[in-house]
Nanobody, 128 residues
Framework: QVQLVESGGGSVQAGGSLRLSCAASGYIYSTNCMGWFRQTPGKEREGIAA????????YYADFVKGRFTISPSNVNNTVYLIMNSLKPEDTAVYYC?????????????????????WGQGTQVTVSS
């Protein structure tokens, strides 16, 4: 069983930055994507960024490219989401996730309801 615990959310003004952390425990296959999703009320969760624990490639949704960076730590099973140039439309609950099905990461991010292990989420609020 994989357990994920997010932290680092909060409130920030537009243009600001935040770093989210996801502490993972349990066994994660190197070929199963790990990454971040977000959700706003009334909308489905959307994929933001992902990587393969056993590789170096990263994958991003178009709406965060150039602003967000997913950064795994090799030391303590923690994955970071570094968010710069935040916009009010980035306001959402952010979730750390691990794929259960072994999908290609780019595809995984685009699925509306992926089969994942999920963290509990952390709120990010960006004010204008």
């Amino acid at each position: 069983q994989v357990q994920l615990v997010e932290s680092g959310g909060g409130s920030v003004q537009a243009g600001g930055s935040l770093r989210l952390s996801c502490a993972a425990s349990g066994y994660i296959y190197s070929t199963n994507c790990m990454g971040w999703f977000r959700q706003t009320p009334g909308k489905e969760r959307e994929g933001i960024a992902a990587f393969y624990p056993g590789g170096s490639s990263t994958y991003y949704a178009d709406f965060v490219k150039g602003r967000f960076t997913i950064s795994p730590s090799n030391v303590n099973n923690t994955v970071y989401l570094i968010m710069n140039s935040l916009k009010p439309e980035d306001t959402a609950v952010y979730y750390c996730a691990v794929d259960k099905e072994g999908l290609q990461c780019g595809t995984w991010l685009r699925l509306p309801s992926p089969q994942n292990f999920w963290g509990q989420g952390t709120q990010v609020t960006v004010s204008s």
